[in-house]
């Protein structure tokens, strides 16, 4: 158990985790560390930066506050609620998935480990998950990883490696997905823009392909530059993400799974509001090019640039005949809905489920 290449290593205490400025190891007396970041400079200067944004791109299109303010005021509440609960049904799935990668590298199959329920699972993301919402920089990350490790004991180095292959998995997915639904939804014809998305994504993936072939071939070349005290992090950080990869057909089912219930709430959302002739392959292709930009670390939850993605794209599907009864106005009043369900509210929800669990 306490060799240092061993894949079923628990934490010591003197163990710290990838960035001990961001989460260092607390005694159980210590506040939880996400707390000293709800109003950490940081951290309002990404939300300024995001509205900013957001401010910009609205100024640059042609909208009614008055009409905007119609639209949402007729929106049909049963599709709504209905968006709204698709959307939380994600984290019972994100948890199967996040067990499932778990498994593959031992804990609570061969382990003295005992892993959460899935319910218990499902408050770690959703909680993860609001962390992004609140801090720049995908620190939610990492957050849900020190979870798991005050939940379980395990070790936060391969427990965060378990999250960065499941991210892995995520954009590579995303990538497929979106190609497909470019590929129905333009008919091949690219338009400029939408083919800065597609070019932005292949980056992301030669570099998430070229870092998986390295860490695979070169680990133990890495590690020798690892400084000695941080060694033993390495290592099961590498063994967190490579052992990851096992049982991927039931894993690519979650992703899928989870990926279609996205879409499903977007293309909800774009029924509540009367829109209906909108093609599902375009509802798509929105869920998952505005999906991608959460991933940038510069606003929390990629804020302002979602919402730009979602008028942005639907502004350019409506330009090209292939998103009838979309205007400024209702391409806007898309963004702001779906942002309610998908950022607001979890940020509404987070805060309560934090409290609760800090409580308990």
């Known amino acids: 158990m306490t060799d240092e290449t061993s894949t079923h290593v628990v934490d010591r205490p003197v163990d710290p985790p990838l960035d001990a400025a961001v989460l260092p190891v607390l005694p159980a007396a210590e506040p939880d560390p996400l707390a000293k970041r709800f109003l950490n400079v940081r951290t309002l200067l990404s939300f300024i930066i995001g509205l900013a944004i957001l401010a910009f791109v609205l100024s640059r299109v042609d909208v009614n506050v008055g009409e905007i303010r119609a639209r949402l005021g ?6 709504f609620i209905a968006a709204l609960v698709l959307y939380y ?20 199959v061969d382990d003295d480990v005992r892993l959460p329920s899935v319910g218990g699972l499902s408050e ?8 992004n919402c609140i801090v720049p920089a995908k620190l939610g990350d990492a957050y849900r990883a020190y979870l798991l ?5 395990v070790s936060f180095s391969k427990t965060f490696g378990t999250i960065l292959a499941e991210r892995i998995i995520d954009m590579l997915l995303l990538f497929a997905l979106l190609a ?9 014809a690219l338009p400029s823009a939408v ?3 597609m070019q932005v994504g292949l980056v992301l993936v030669v570099v998430v392909v070229a870092g998986l072939f390295v860490m695979r071939n070169l680990g133990g070349f890495i590690s020798g530059f690892v400084p000695r005290r941080f060694r033993r992090q390495y290592v099961l950080f590498e063994q967190g ?5 096992r049982a991927m057909p039931l894993v690519l089912s979650y992703s899928v799974l989870g990926w279609a219930i996205e879409s499903g709430r977007l293309y909800l959302v774009c029924l509540s509001l009367g829109l209906n002739s909108l093609s599902p392959a375009i509802v798509l292709f929105v869920a998952l090019a505005s999906a991608l930009l959460t991933t940038l670390p510069i606003t929390p939850a990629g804020l302002g ?3 730009s993605a979602i008028v942005g794209i639907l502004l350019l599907a409506a330009s090209l005949g292939l998103a009838p009864g979309v205007d400024e106005n209702a391409a806007a009043s898309v963004a702001i809905l779906d942002r309610v369900i998908s950022y607001w509210s979890l940020v509404v929800v987070g805060i309560v489920v934090y409290f609760l669990t800090r409580k308990r």
Do not use: D, M
């Open 180 to 188: 497909i639904s470019v590929l129905v939804a333009f008919s091949g």
């Open 305 to 307: 640039f979602v919402e």
């Open 124 to 131: 770690i993301v959703l909680l993860s998950w609001f962390a």
């Open 149 to 153: 490790k005050s939940a379980s004991g």
């Open 74 to 79: 007729q929106t049909q509440l049963p599709l």
């Open 195 to 197: 083919l800065s998305i």
């Open 89 to 108: 049904a994600t984290f019972p799935i994100r948890a199967l998935r996040w067990q499932q990668l778990l498994r593959n590298v031992g804990y609570g």
């Open 241 to 245: 993400t490579l052992g990851s990869f």
